[in-house]
């Protein structure tokens, strides 16, 4: 047993230097082992948006939300189990991510097909790519070979998924502490171009005094009217679940109007807003305009710093494993 363990280890180091992946991610990764396994989720991720056209903006906030905490592994999808407590209940997931249900039925049907041979954390990578594109977003190779995580952090995922109230200093920060940088942070926000928010998410921003006013000058009144409308739909306690899209013109399509909105005082979330009104001369806000202007260039760098975030502090190798079931671990099943 001993022995045989240590040429499967040496094995696996080995398969490591020739496919130059070396713990890292690669392109292909099921090629041989699941060669449907790519097609089996775009295909159900088609049908889920078809049903649920706010499907797409779920499941890639659940990339995003995975690779924020230990790394893209799959915790965000533990269940509560025995001495596992899910990243579920933590604050910025309750009650508003969605999409577990449809990653189970792809779990299931790529379980079928080859059990025991893609990882949960693969599923939500390919997920993101897929809902970005059939939102008319770009697409991109996918890197694979990630494995599922044993463990999860309730504690991680309120500590490190940034709030909607964050300062941009507090997003760089944020952002920094996985390796992203501020470019990064910019063209990922363009995420908040599909999808809704919840008026707890951003009461604070029609409530706080305008302190815009000098910046958006001529359109100060159009500014305030969307406050207004948003401060009468969300006015009281009862409402904070009440959804608004976060990307008021387009909000089911994926594409750069979103800083087309930022630039006209209209990002939902203070989070969005601080890429305008924190930066008004300097390098944050010119690249908001750049992207404002130019849909392919925003594009290429959403793609780009999505293969970065889905790259954050993988296992591979002999890491973790590939679960059965992705809410649980294969020891509790
Ligand atoms: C920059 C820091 C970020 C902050 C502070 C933030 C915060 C939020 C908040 C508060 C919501 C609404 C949740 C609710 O009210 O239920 C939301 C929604 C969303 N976020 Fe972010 N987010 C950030 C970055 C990202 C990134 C990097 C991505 C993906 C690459 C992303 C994708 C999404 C999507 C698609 C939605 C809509 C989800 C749906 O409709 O189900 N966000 N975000
Ligand atoms: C964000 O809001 C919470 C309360 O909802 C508050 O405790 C926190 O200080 C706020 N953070 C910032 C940066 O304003």
Redesign the pocket.
């Known amino acids: 047993m001993e022995v045989k363990m240590k040429v499967w280890i040496a094995v696996m180091a080995f398969w490591g230097i020739i496919d130059g992946s070396d713990g890292n991610l690669m392109k292909g990764y099921y090629k041989e082992t699941c060669p449907l396994a790519e097609e089996i989720v775009r295909h159900n991720v088609q049908v889920a948006i078809l049903r649920d056209p706010?499907?797409?903006?779920?499941l890639?906030?659940l990339?995003?939300h995975d690779c924020f905490v230990l790394g893209c592994d799959g915790s965000v999808l533990l269940d509560t189990k025995g001495e596992m407590v899910s990243e579920k209940e933590a604050t910025?997931n309750a009650?508003?991510?969605?999409?577990f249900e449809v990653i189970d039925y792809i779990k299931y049907l790529l379980e079928e097909a080859c059990p025991l041979t893609v990882s949960c954390s693969d599923i939500l990578a390919m997920a993101?790519r897929d809902s970005v594109f059939l939102r008319n977003g770009p697409w991109w190779e996918v890197l694979l070979g990630r494995r599922d995580s044993l463990k999860a952090s309730l504690e991680g995922a309120n500590r490190y998924?940034?709030?909607?109230n964050?300062s941009l200093e507090g997003?760089i920060a944020?952002?920094k502490e996985q390796g992203l940088d501020v470019d990064d942070?910019i063209a990922?926000?363009g995420?908040?171009t599909?999808?809704?928010?919840?008026?707890?998410?951003?009461k604070q921003r029609i409530t706080q005094p305008n302190t815009e006013q000098t910046f958006y000058d001529d359109r100060f009144k159009r500014h305030d009217t969307f406050r207004r409308v948003l401060r009468a739909q969300c006015r009281d306690s009862t409402r904070d679940n009440l959804?608004t899209p976060?990307d008021i013109v387009t909000p089911s399509n994926f594409d750069n109007h979103y800083f087309v909105n930022l630039l006209r005082g209209r990002g939902l979330?203070i989070?969005?807003n601080v890429l305008v009104s924190e930066d008004h001369e300097g390098y944050v806000f010119k690249r908001v305009w750049d992207y404002a202007v130019d849909r392919d260039l925003f594009f290429a760098d959403f793609a780009e710093?999505?293969l970065k975030?889905g790259s954050i502090n993988v296992l591979t190798g002999v890491d973790g494993e590939i679960r059965k079931s992705c809410r649980f671990v294969n020891a509790w099943i």
């Open positions: 706010r499907m797409a903006a779920s890639l906030r990339h995003f910025p009650n508003s991510l969605r999409g993101a998924i940034p709030a909607p964050s997003l944020n952002f942070l990922l926000s995420a908040h599909m999808g809704k928010a919840r008026c707890v998410s951003f959804l976060l979330l989070s969005d710093s999505m975030m």
